[in-house]
């Protein structure tokens, strides 16, 4: 074996993940396999999703002790650095990627990987693995961070992008459970789910949103290409539902009208949800989404402040989002709006505009998030000076910062209690001046 892939997201060890219980399967670490083994190379994956740590340290002492490769993200680091500790103790070399490694280069360096990938990493590993990761070849090859022999920390160029998406391999499914998956959406949610992606990368500048790994480009699949992998999921799983899973799939809407002609061409229909932006919504790509049955569209709605809007550089306007969201509800699509408080700037009256958008657009179901900085972005930059972390790096995670000067945690649950009680089904007058006064009441407390 020269490489086995995991990552450190255990379901069933993790009591959030438990309520919801709605698991895709990892798909970078699934396409990483897939383009490694197209090229001969010997590949294992251990899915952690329905595994466990000690699982997998059993197979790390077992060994024989080879590289092992972990994706990372911002929600799972405590266990990435504990499995990073127990594959260097068993003599294991570590590579660590994903969206947030780069970000924290030389911390996850101090805590035991040998390599950092920056960016798509399907090239760079195929390299690796090319040149027996032999360190003399590491200045070379492109996107990685290591340890020089003085220790410093040293970054080589930046990776090269997969130019045509068409020629990759789709993601070695076989590598997983997949049937698990579908059996836990159905057990818990009456209906399975299998996700898949159309194109990577964001080309939009909303200043708080990560590009750590695929930059700032938006490469797109061919849609017949699509549909084929579309018909094969079909087929092979038969899932009740499909999750788009793109950062914005109406993006390109020339695109978009050519995917639904070859999907009816094929008499392929399913049901899905995706995300995507207000402003690549309008009338023909709604009716298009319907015949396609899309049964719902998330919207990143964020505020209902124009003027946080703008600070955010979303380039959106709140009346975009209000018209997409009709739109969406004349063709019997449902709506998801995400909104974030504590925006930097945000107050009382910002939040009142959010409540009242929210109650003018009703849509089937929304979610809040109390902003936190993402090492990488601008808007990391612009609070950095104020950021405190309470536990350490190693046990937090990007979402536990403190940003000296920002309302308190309990301010913006007031903000969701007043959110919840002006949109209920039957609002009670008593539980929103309730939730009111205590908006105005902790104004001035303030994260310290």
Known sequence: MKLLLTHGYFLLEDPKELQIMKPYVPLGILYLCSHLRSKGFDIEVYDSTFGSKQELF????????????IY????TRMNVLEIISRARYEGWRVIVGGPEPANYAEEYLEHGADLVIAGEAELTLERLIRTNFDRAHWPRIGGLFFRTESGSVARTHASDLIKDLDAQPWPDRGSVDVSRYLATWRQHHGVGSVSLIT????????????HSVFGQTHRRRSARAVVDEVEFILGRYSPDMLWLADDVFTIHHGWLFEYASEMKRRALLTPFECITRADRLNEKVVETLAALRCFRVWIGSESGSQRILDAMQRGVTVEQVRNAVRLCKQAGIQTGMFLMWGYDGEEIPDIEETVAHVKTCRPDIWFTTVSYPIKGTLYYDRVAP???NLTGWERSTDREFRIKGRHSRRFYQYADELLRNETA????????????????????????
């Open 58 to 69: 059993s197979i790390l002492r077992a060994g024989p002790p080879a590289t092992l490769g």
């Open 72 to 75: 990372a993200n911002l929600m």
């Open 199 to 210: 194109a990577r990368g964001c080309p939009y500048r909303c200043n708080w949103c990560s």
């Open 386 to 388: 104020r950021l405190v």
């Open 425 to 448: 089904e039957i609002p009670d007058p008593a539980l929103i001046m309730a939730s009111r006064k205590g908006l105005h009441a902790t104004q001035h407390e303030v994260e310290a």
